[in-house]
């Protein structure tokens, strides 16, 4: 930082997935407007790791961060020589560009490690770490080591608040991005011309199919929701199947699992991600890869079923590893099974079939389910918060508290020089 008010503000930030690609992006479409409204002549100046959104919000990209999806030990191993290649270079652009702020989106394996580098290389930099590490699941090393290296942590699950407290870190809930974006969808979401728009029925079942954003959860998600919507469309014709392809898996490989397993043309239409949110508000039923969606589908309160499969030579280590036996975000905020998780070897076809059946014949059980998300879980949530405003907020005001502060220590030193002279001129005097 500069002794006098620098007209740029120098921010890094390394989002490592498409979850955090997006978060990342909103919180600098934020601060940018609040620094045009303001008129605070403050240049913002942001580059670091990042995908499609943050592109397009004015991210330098230095690494491209699409496909960096890593889930599992197998991942962890195979691309290992890469990322301690990616993290030595991001490491020696923190040293030379020296940035005044860091801000870090969930992803810990690499960014707690870049948090330890800047406090050691950087030490001025103020860091800002969002998404908090999921200590309470695994890793519980980590609840020590952050309050060492983060100034500000903002977790987006309400009782991670107190956890990261108690460990002596600065942090707050300040909500979560999932439940405000779907809360001002919702005021404006109208079914019939979301299903005359998607070209869909609004008088038959929809079911929306979410196989992951990560190439090994597509390996893995994606032939079982194929051959169970296949078999279901067998006995339940009526029902539409619309499968949503993240932004970080390429339309070319979903169309070459819907050949491999000989879908047929009409049977599943496919959408981008564009429309995430107002495609859960539509649905009946979520066929869902666990993760960050699971979250956004009980925000919408529909009913959902999850699922994951891993490598059966790796899923040990996982039970190993885990420290809670709920694998959902949702049953793991209203601490209860309030939709069915179908691990490994009960992740078939039959199965998601089977709850799927009985659901669609019990609509009463599904308006059940419909409460229980909206009491247990999206009311926890405060849907109410903006987080990307609260931080856009938060940065700027670090920024300014620095760069003042860096004034006031460079008048303080002044000022002791004036006072040491005067000091000295009136013992000659003497």
Same mark, same amino acid.
């Given at each position: 930082?500069?002794?006098?008010?620098?007209?740029?503000?120098?921010?890094?930030?390394?989002?490592?997935?498409?979850?955090?690609?997006?978060?990342?992006?909103?919180?600098?479409?934020?601060?940018?407007?609040?620094?045009?409204?303001?008129?605070?002549?403050?240049?913002?100046?942001?580059?670091?790791?990042?995908?499609?959104?943050?592109?397009?919000?004015?991210?330098?990209?230095?690494?491209?961060?699409?496909?960096?999806?890593?889930?599992?030990?197998?991942?962890?191993?195979?691309?290992?020589?890469?990322?301690?290649?990616?993290?030595?270079?991001?490491?020696?652009?923190?040293?030379?560009?020296?940035?005044?702020?860091?801000?870090?989106?969930?992803?810990?394996?690499?960014?707690?490690?870049?948090?330890?580098?800047?406090?050691?290389?950087?030490?001025?930099?103020?860091?800002?770490?969002?998404?908090?590490?999921?200590?309470?699941?695994?890793?519980?090393?980590?609840?020590?080591?952050?309050?060492?290296?983060?100034?500000?942590?903002?977790?987006?699950?309400?009782?991670?608040?107190?956890?990261?407290?108690?460990?002596?870190?600065?942090?707050?809930?300040?909500?979560?991005?999932?439940?405000?974006?779907?809360?001002?969808?919702?005021?404006?979401?109208?079914?019939?011309?979301?299903?005359?728009?998607?070209?869909?029925?609004?008088?038959?079942?929809?079911?929306?199919?979410?196989?992951?954003?990560?190439?090994?959860?597509?390996?893995?998600?994606?032939?079982?929701?194929?051959?169970?919507?296949?078999?279901?469309?067998?006995?339940?014709?009526?029902?539409?199947?619309?499968?949503?392809?993240?932004?970080?898996?390429?339309?070319?490989?979903?169309?070459?699992?819907?050949?491999?397993?000989? %879908? /047929?043309? $009409? &049977?599943?239409?496919?959408?981008?991600?564009?429309?995430?949110?107002?495609?859960?508000?539509? @649905?009946? *039923? =979520?066929?869902?890869?666990?993760?960050?969606?699971?979250?956004?589908?009980?925000?919408?309160?529909?009913?959902?079923?999850?699922?994951?499969?891993?490598?059966?030579?790796?899923?040990?280590?996982?039970?190993?590893?885990?420290?809670?036996?709920?694998?959902?975000?949702?049953?793991?905020?209203?601490?209860?099974?309030?939709?069915?998780?179908?691990?490994?070897?009960?992740?078939?076809?039959?199965?998601?079939?089977?709850?799927?059946?009985?659901?669609?014949?019990?609509?009463?059980?599904?308006?059940? %389910? /419909?409460? $229980? &998300?909206?009491?247990?879980?999206?009311?926890?949530?405060?849907?109410?918060?903006?987080?990307? @405003?609260? *931080? =856009?907020?938060?940065?700027?005001?670090?920024?300014?508290?620095?760069?003042?502060?860096?004034?006031?220590?460079?008048?303080?030193?002044?000022?002791?020089?004036?006072?040491?002279?005067?000091?000295?001129?009136?013992?000659?005097?003497?």
């Amino acid at each position: 930082m500069s002794t006098s008010l620098s007209p740029e503000l120098n921010l890094f930030i390394c989002a490592g997935e498409s979850s955090g690609d997006s978060h990342a992006a909103e919180i600098i479409l934020a601060l940018k407007e609040l620094l045009t409204t303001q008129n605070s002549g403050i240049n913002l100046k942001a580059w670091g790791m990042g995908g499609t959104k943050l592109k397009e919000a004015g991210l330098e990209i230095i690494q491209d961060s699409t496909n960096l999806g890593i889930i599992g030990i197998a991942d962890i191993i195979k691309n290992l020589g890469f990322f301690i290649k990616l993290e030595q270079r991001l490491i020696q652009e923190l040293i030379a560009r020296k940035p005044q702020i860091a801000l870090f989106i969930d992803y810990p394996g690499l960014n707690l490690r870049l948090a330890k580098a800047i406090r050691k290389h950087v030490p001025s930099c103020k860091i800002i770490y969002y998404v908090a590490p999921q200590v309470w699941a695994w890793n519980e090393g980590r609840l020590k080591q952050i309050p060492n290296l983060v100034d500000r942590l903002f977790p987006i699950l309400p009782f991670e608040e107190d956890l990261h407290k108690k460990a002596g870190t600065s942090a707050k809930y300040v909500g979560n991005p999932s439940a405000w974006i779907i809360g001002q969808v919702e005021k404006i979401f109208d079914k019939q011309k979301f299903f005359d728009f998607m070209g869909f029925d609004i008088n038959k079942p929809l079911i929306g199919i979410f196989p992951g954003s990560r190439n090994r959860e597509i390996e893995y998600m994606l032939p079982v929701f194929l051959e169970a919507a296949k078999e279901l469309n067998k006995t339940n014709p009526e029902i539409q199947f619309l499968l949503v392809r993240a932004n970080s898996i390429k339309a070319e490989k979903i169309e070459q699992y819907l050949q491999k397993h000989n %879908i /047929k043309e $009409n &049977l599943i239409k496919v959408s981008d991600s564009q429309y995430n949110h107002y495609i859960l508000k539509g @649905l009946d *039923i =979520a066929w869902l890869t666990s993760g960050t969606v699971t979250l956004e589908a009980a925000c919408t309160e529909t009913p959902l079923i999850l699922g994951y499969r891993e490598n059966p030579l790796f899923w040990p280590f996982y039970l190993l590893v885990r420290k809670i036996d709920k694998i959902g975000l949702p049953n793991i905020i209203a601490n209860e099974s309030i939709c069915p998780e179908l691990l490994q070897k009960d992740c078939t076809p039959e199965n998601w079939i089977d709850l799927t059946q009985k659901w669609l014949a019990e609509p009463e059980l599904l308006e059940d %389910i /419909k409460k $229980n &998300l909206r009491d247990k879980v999206k009311a926890k949530l405060k849907p109410e918060l903006d987080p990307t @405003l609260y *931080i =856009a907020q938060e940065i700027q005001t670090i920024y300014q508290i620095g760069e003042a502060s860096l004034i006031n220590a460079s008048h303080i030193k002044e000022q002791a020089k004036i006072n040491s002279a005067k000091t000295k001129s009136e013992i000659i005097r003497k």
